[in-house]
Nanobody, 126 residues
Framework: HVQLVESGGGSVQAGGSLRLSCEVS????????IGWFRQYPGKEREGVAA????????YYDDSVTGRFTISQDNAKKTTYLQMDHLRTEDTAMYYC???????????????????WGQGTQVTVSS
């Protein structure tokens, strides 16, 4: 059974930074990718960034390219989302997820993910 736990959310002023962490526990053999998603109230989740666990190839949504960085520490079984130059429109619930298959830009789509964390709130004020 795979569990993902996010941390690092909080409140910050526009222009500031936050780093989200996603710790994975349980049997993660076969995990192909870790993705970060966000969800606005009343909206569906949207992909923000993803990383292929073997090799480290990364993918970003256009809205965060150049501002967010996804990285992984395989020894700690933790994936990070460094968020810089935050904007008020980045305010959302952020989730990490683990996928078992897929490659390329499809990894920003939630249907490719099997296991999900409980989410962490990010609030950016002006």
């Amino acid at each position: 059974h795979v569990q993902l736990v996010e941390s690092g959310g909080g409140s910050v002023q526009a222009g500031g930074s936050l780093r989200l962490s996603c710790e994975v526990s349980g049997s993660i053999d076969g995990t192909n990718c870790i993705g970060w998603f966000r969800q606005y109230p009343g909206k569906e989740r949207e992909g923000v960034a993803a990383i292929v666990t073997l090799g480290g190839t990364t993918y970003y949504d256009d809205s965060v390219t150049g501002r967010f960085t996804i990285s992984q520490d395989n020894a700690k079984k933790t994936t990070y989302l460094q968020m810089d130059h935050l904007r008020t429109e980045d305010t959302a619930m952020y989730y990490c997820a683990a996928g078992l298959d897929g490659y390329g830009w499809v990894l920003l789509r939630e249907e490719w993910y099997t296991y999900w964390g409980q989410g962490t709130q990010v609030t950016v004020s002006s």
